[in-house]
């Protein structure tokens, strides 16, 4: 490949090697040309296409274990900022890598083993940091290959060009499929945000509309605002209803009491779900069971006015946590003796 401009059509094409999963690895990547302006040289548009397929194929590899106490090619991108050096090693010979790499871990030099694309040439490649090259020349003198070839650094497309074309389109092949896997997970989880974010935005949309009604409802003279406790009064709930038993309307002499049915939409829960919120319309009615011993059931009709005589009044921890001012409710004439109801309740 010539190294004259290419349009930046053929730069997108090469970020679409294999889908969008290539998009967050050219920001890692920095090859010095400006992927932003209008050209790019094909030479760099080149080393680009080919540090993304590193990029992807290391993925492809075991985490831990890696040759030599090398780190992946992942790390070494975050250690540089994507701007890391190919450096050519004159030898493929277990013994003589083994300790040349334990000069490198005693000088703390991190260095990515890159894939072998031609196994037999006597060469293999690393990734370093352009910060440690001073120090690897350094150790490039106090170890000596038993080739007559020095240790180079060399660019992407020397790298590329030396493979077998059997090691080469295994590589293409093991990288596009790791890039495709990476999309579909992006995407997955992309749309899994999007999914949580739109069933958050509904949920508050819900609670803020909530909220309006009971502010509205608190300020409507009509309506008697009741208190549930609710671990003293909750007894149940299904799909659409929750079940409370009414304080101060235990029976002794037949042992029975009062449960009322709530619909979730007309409950207010505090935030430490121990405190539930309702309200009743004075000039109506409600539908209550008299639960019996035996679990005998009894429905009644009782009057809003009259029932809510049972309960606590007025403001509570619904109101504190949404802002609500403390709001004095007049009650109509009661049904039965407060102080008996004090009595009666169990």
């Not at 074309?165 to 995407?187: G, P, R, Y």
Request: a neutral charge.
């Amino acid at each position: 490949m010539s190294d004259i401009n290419a349009d930046l059509s053929e730069v997108i094409q090469v970020l679409r090697f294999s889908g969008e999963a290539f998009k967050d690895v050219a920001l890692l990547i920095k090859s010095g040309s400006d992927i932003a302006g209008k050209t790019i040289s094909k030479s760099a548009l080149k080393a680009l296409q080919i540090r993304m397929k590193l990029h992807f194929y290391d993925l492809s590899l075991p985490v831990i274990n890696r040759p030599y106490n090398s780190v992946s090619i992942g790390t070494m991108e975050k250690i540089t900022g994507g701007n890391y050096r190919i450096i050519d090693i004159p030898s493929e010979d277990e013994k003589e890598l083994e300790d040349f790499f334990k000069i490198f871990k005693k000088h703390k030099v991190p260095f990515a083993v890159l894939p072998d694309l031609n196994h037999g040439d006597n060469h293999i490649q690393i990734a370093v940091n352009p910060q440690d090259i001073d120090k690897i020349n350094d150790i490039c003198e106090i170890y000596k290959f038993n080739s007559l070839q020095k240790i180079s650094e060399i660019t992407e497309e020397e790298y590329y060009d030396n493979a077998s074309i059997e090691e080469k389109e295994d590589f293409d092949k093991t990288s596009s499929l790791m890039a495709k896997q990476v999309e579909q997970q992006n995407t997955k989880k992309k749309e899994k945000s999007e999914d949580i974010n739109i069933e958050k935005d509904i949920n508050d949309l819900k609670t803020a509309s909530k909220i309006e009604r009971y502010k509205t409802l608190s300020n409507n003279s009509q309506y008697e605002k009741i208190s549930l406790d609710m671990e003293t009064l909750f007894k149940s709930e299904d799909e659409n209803y929750m079940f409370f038993r009414v304080p101060g309307s235990y029976d002794y002499r037949v042992g029975s009491f009062l449960m009322i049915a709530v619909k979730k939409e007309d409950i207010y829960i505090s935030n430490d779900n121990k405190t539930a919120t309702t309200f009743l319309h004075k000039d109506s009615t409600s539908v209550v069971q008299r639960i019996s011993r035996g679990n005998v059931k009894k429905t009644e009709i009782i009057h809003n006015k009259k029932l809510s005589n049972y309960f606590t009044e007025g403001w509570n921890k619904f109101d504190k946590e949404n802002g609500i001012k403390s709001i004095k409710l007049t009650k109509g004439k009661n049904a039965f003796n407060s102080s008996t109801i004090r009595r009666n309740r169990k």
